[in-house]
Structures are given as structure tokens and as C-alpha cells.
């Protein structure tokens, strides 16, 4: 039940207060359903101190309702480059039905559409009814569905050398890697993306070496004792040989050296290669994320 007049704020970084009020957001919803979602927000949370510390303004991308002084919903957009932004979000089980989403909803594609943008990605876990009906009421059409692994602590990994070397990217490694995520994202090159800033908001851009020739890079992103791998490219020249294998564990255990506990990724389900890998290495399933393209 609405207790006073709804305000929806609209912010260009996250903080603090509003992550923790975020998360606690997510952990109300999930007493009522076991539903998942990618805020990104320690990321986001290391980049506003790093852009703020600059003096970069922003342009809204964080949009929070609020019941009097309660926060009862959220939706982020996330730009990593691409062409199209990802949008995720959700409302208090009990606000639910009041048309406080559809709100926040018009707020958000109002930015995008001042950015330019003609479609977006929403993001829903499909087990959710309610994500689901807005979907299908936006006539969203699905792009791709992205399974949410983990790897068990448990899991004993060893190296398997095959002369592969991790190389922390520099700067004047960007083009190099804006060639390899070509396989994978259209887009044009992006000079303001610096590997060693990106270090800074916590996330090392790993480059795979093997004989002194650049043959993949991964990216690991770090929270805490928890980290997340993304970015992981292979040459397809240097494929089929274990290579992304012996990469694979040797990110792994780097990222153990480091004290994580808990190795999260997202994988494609129209990729079942790079699928399969990582169920050999180890890593389970535990929900599915899917993308579906909303057009302005």
C-alpha cells in the first residue's frame, strides 16, 4: 500500500547508501520469490569514485523510487561499450501493480532516447511472472539467453601449463583488445576505455601469452572475496588445442592466490564450446539471465 507520494530520483552514479538499499531491495524480493538480477553495482560503485574523483559529470543512468524516505524500486542502465544499453530493474513485491515500474520505465527510456538509443536490452530472469508479462506487454523480442555459473570452492584445480602466461593489459594495450572483442560486439573503438583505469574500479583485463604471442585475454572483476570472469577470447587460430583450458585454470587459480572464495560467469547458451568448457573445469548452473531487445 502507498504510504505517501512516490518520488522517482534519477541520479548519474550510485553511492554508498544507495547500493546497500539496493541490495537490501534484492534480498526483500527474494523472501517472496528466488529471483535474480545484474545491477553490476559494486562496479558501478568503483566507477562513480573514480569518474567523480576526475571531476566527470554523467548522464542519468541510476533511477530509484521512493516511498517517503523507503526505497521500493530501482532500475540501472549499463553501457559496456556496445550499441545497445542494458537495463535491469525490479519493485518491492508489495508496490507491485501500482504502476510504479511503468514510471521508472519512462523515465529511463526518455535518457536513452536523449542518448540516441532505438532499442535496449532488458534483462529478466524468466522465472519471473511478472518480468515475463512486461516483456510480452513491451513485445520484447529475445536476442539471447546467458546461464549464471558458479564454481564450487571446493573444486580442485591444478595448472596445466602448455606454456601459457597471464599479462596484466596496459593502456597501450587497447586497440589490441578492442580487435579481439570485435569477435563477439560491432561497435567503434573506444579511446577513452584504458585497461589501467578499468584495474582501478577493480577489474584486471588479463592478457594470455603463450611464446611471447598475445592468444586471448579474460577479464576478472573483483568484490570482495567474490569475482567474476567476462571477456574471455580465444584466437581461433590458437583454438582446439587445450589452450582456453590451461588459460582458464590458470585465471582461476590466480584469482585464488588473491583470496576469492566464490568464481562466478555468464556464458551464452548459443555457445555450447565455450558451455561445455566450463562444466568440464567445474562450474555449475544456478539460473538463466535472458536478453530481450525492447525498440523505442
Known amino acids: 500500500m502507498l504510504k505517501k507520494k512516490i518520488n522517482i530520483l534519477a541520479q548519474p552514479y550510485v553511492d554508498a547508501s544507495m547500493v546497500k538499499s539496493i541490495h537490501q531491495l534484492e534480498l526483500d524480493a527474494a523472501k517472496t520469490e528466488q529471483l535474480h538480477f545484474k545491477f553490476e553495482l559494486e562496479y558501478k560503485l568503483a566507477d562513480a569514485f573514480e569518474k567523480q574523483k576526475q571531476g566527470i559529470s554523467g548522464r542519468p543512468s541510476e533511477f530509484l523510487a521512493y516511498d517517503g524516505d523507503q526505497l521500493i524500486g530501482y532500475t540501472g542502465i549499463c553501457f559496456f561499450g556496445g550499441n545497445e544499453s542494458e537495463v535491469n530493474g525490479l519493485v518491492a513485491p508489495e508496490y507491485r501493480r501500482n504502476g510504479i515500474f511503468t514510471k521508472i520505465i519512462q523515465e529511463v527510456e526518455t535518457e536513452l532516447l536523449s542518448r540516441g538509443h532505438k532499442t535496449y536490452l532488458a534483462l529478466v530472469d524468466q522465472s519471473s511472472s511478472s518480468g515475463m508479462a512486461w516483456i510480452n506487454a513491451k513485445q520484447g523480442v529475445l536476442d539471447h539467453v546467458e546461464y549464471e555459473m558458479l ?20 593502456n597501450s594495450d587497447a586497440q589490441v583488445i578492442y580487435q579481439m572483442n570485435r569477435a563477439f560486439e560491432d561497435g567503434e573503438f573506444d579511446p577513452s576505455f584504458l585497461p589501467e583505469e578499468e584495474a582501478k574500479r577493480g577489474m584486471e583485463i588479463m592478457l594470455i601469452e603463450r611464446e611471447s604471442q598475445i592468444i586471448g585475454k579474460i577479464h576478472l572483476q573483483y568484490f570482495g572475496d ?52 566450463y562444466r568440464k573445469v567445474g562450474f555449475q548452473n544456478l539460473y538463466a539471465m535472458a536478453y530481450y531487445r525492447i525498440t523505442l
Open 151 to 170: 564454481l564450487p570452492e571446493e573444486t580442485k584445480l591444478e595448472s596445466l601449463s602448455k606454456g601459457i602466461v597471464l599479462r596484466l593489459a596496459t
Open 226 to 277: 567474490e569475482a567474476w570472469i567476462f571477456g574471455f577470447v580465444i584466437d581461433s587460430a590458437y583454438r582446439g588445442k587445450q589452450l582456453g583450458k590451461a588459460a582458464l585454470h590458470e585465471s582461476i587459480l590466480w584469482m585464488r592466490s588473491k583470496g576469492v572464495q566464490k568464481i562466478y560467469l555468464q556464458v551464452d547458451s548459443e555457445n555450447p564450446i565455450a558451455y561445455s568448457l
